[in-house]
């Protein structure tokens, strides 16, 4: 699955324009060119809130604090930071979108392991 953000009227387009041509090329059902567009791909994931993550999207990572015993904090919580979904290197990966950040593969269990909710896009945020 496909959405397309409209470069000129600054908003995505809707899904269920887009078709696969019999040799799997994504299509785009209008008379705007496809040229207008920035094409992004569904990962194939969900964030925890059951949202589908797609390619640009803005993922937050909530993380808990461990305390002097190692036992997580109830009261402490890393403030949420802010990671972009990409596709490198013929795989999905978060990063926190400058070039020297760390790339991690986004799978299944990275979303449930870091608790993982979509809070945006690039284009629109």
Same mark, same amino acid.
């Given at each position: 699955?496909?959405?397309? *953000?409209?470069?000129?009227?600054?908003?995505? &387009?809707?899904?269920?324009? *887009?078709?696969?041509?019999?040799?799997? %090329?994504?299509? *785009?059902?209008?008379?705007?060119?496809? &040229?207008?567009?920035?094409?992004?791909? @569904?990962?194939?994931?969900?964030d925890?809130?059951?949202?589908?993550?797609?390619?640009?999207?803005?993922?937050?990572?909530?993380?808990?604090?461990?305390?002097?015993?190692?036992?997580?904090s109830?009261? &402490?919580?890393?403030?949420?930071c802010?990671?972009?979904?990409?596709?490198?290197?013929?795989?999905? %990966?978060?990063?926190?979108?400058?070039?020297?950040?760390?790339?991690?593969?986004?799978?299944?269990?990275?979303?449930?392991?870091?608790?993982?909710?979509?809070?945006?896009?690039? @284009?629109?945020?």
């Amino acid at each position: 699955m496909f959405r397309g *953000w409209h470069k000129d009227n600054k908003q995505f &387009a809707p899904t269920s324009y *887009w078709y696969l041509d019999p040799i799997g %090329i994504p299509r *785009w059902h209008s008379d705007d060119s496809i &040229a207008d567009l920035v094409v992004c791909q @569904f990962t194939g994931l969900c964030d925890m809130d059951g949202k589908e993550i797609f390619e640009g999207d803005i993922l937050l990572k909530n993380i808990k604090r461990r305390d002097i015993t190692g036992k997580m904090s109830k009261n &402490a919580v890393v403030p949420p930071c802010p990671i972009i979904v990409s596709f490198f290197e013929g795989r999905w %990966i978060v990063s926190e979108g400058h070039k020297r950040s760390r790339r991690i593969s986004l799978s299944g269990l990275t979303v449930h392991q870091n608790g993982l909710t979509v809070e945006g896009n690039i @284009f629109e945020n």
